[in-house]
């Protein structure tokens, strides 16, 4: 297995107290586990009471240390470094919770995986980029273990304000919330404080705005757009096929190659950034006017914050075949990202020659 090694686990006082904070973490909760005879909410009050903690800490603690205990090669690679920390430890816990223990030897090998380091000075995935590809990986293994999209109502809320003004909230489709964004976006203008702006002369104008939906299936069959969106039952005005190969001569990529590259990046490619990607600028790797080509081979989602800096020069990066980016900083100190998004979940995880033919053999058969 190629090696790494992570940022957050090199020797500094803020990633040496981290680490410490980590280790105690995972060595108190590992051995004590709770008692599987005596009443679920007294043990909580107990420990909850004793450690001045709430309720909700004290079970996902004890949850996490049930977890750790029934992976032990995981928990060796924790205990190698102890670069995990709690919060991400959680949700890990909560994708993996009801898997069957016939798949357990393989779920311990992919976190195992997963969380040892493959490139120099690797920044660790955000909580919820870790979330989906576990989530992808479960699917693939036990499908009916894997957390299903939760189903959220359409709503609106209206909270008057003690200043003459109503702050507006509402949960929507993604289809219709794209729909709204661009809708806003075209009555934008350049002297705007706020997309608050733009949202009221979209109510005062009789403008329709239609949308281009893309999508992409994950292991589970589920459609989902950008930036992590569901997408499965939901109608838009015309659909888009993505090639992911596709190139132009000019210099602004067309909108199947903008689509494409925020599918593989799914967020802003500087390191630790979360900017959904369908919120960022395409930066050009190699620069368009030292003949880098308008492909997604040569392009990468970067928030207008770290676009700049890239372009002002104060931080550089390169992008390998895998979209493993390389960041470099003016001190010398190196970073490098993985992609994120949907449509890198596949080839992140590989798939062995047996799993794949027979779900090939279970898909014809199903179909019979």
Partial sequence: MQQGNYVHMQSGDFADFQREINRQTIEFWVQHPPHGDQDFHTQLADVATSMNISRGEARQALRIGEMLRRFPKFLACLR???HVNFHRLAVVEKQVMAVKPEFHDALDEFLTEYFT???????????QTVAKHLRAFIATLDPEAAMKPQETKRRARFTRCHNGLTRFSATLSDAEAKRLELGIRKHERADDESSA?????????KTLTSITLNTFADPTGVQHIISGGLAGALEADKQRSINHNAETDQYRPTPEIRTAVQLLDGTCRYPGCSTPADQCD???VINYDEGGKTTAANLA???RFHHT???SGRVQYSMDEHRVTTWHFPNGNTKTTRPAGEAAIAPMFGQSWQR???KRVQKRRSAA
């Avoid at 702006?197 to 104008?205: M, Y």
């Fill in 80 to 82: 190698a470094w102890y």
């Fill in 117 to 127: 380091p493959k490139h120099a000075d690797e920044v660790l995935a955000q909580a």
């Fill in 197 to 205: 702006d733009g949202f009221v002369r979209l109510l005062e104008s």
């Fill in 282 to 284: 395409l930066d050009h």
């Fill in 301 to 303: 989602c970067l928030c």
């Fill in 309 to 311: 800096q890239k372009t």
């Fill in 356 to 358: 794949h033919e027979a």
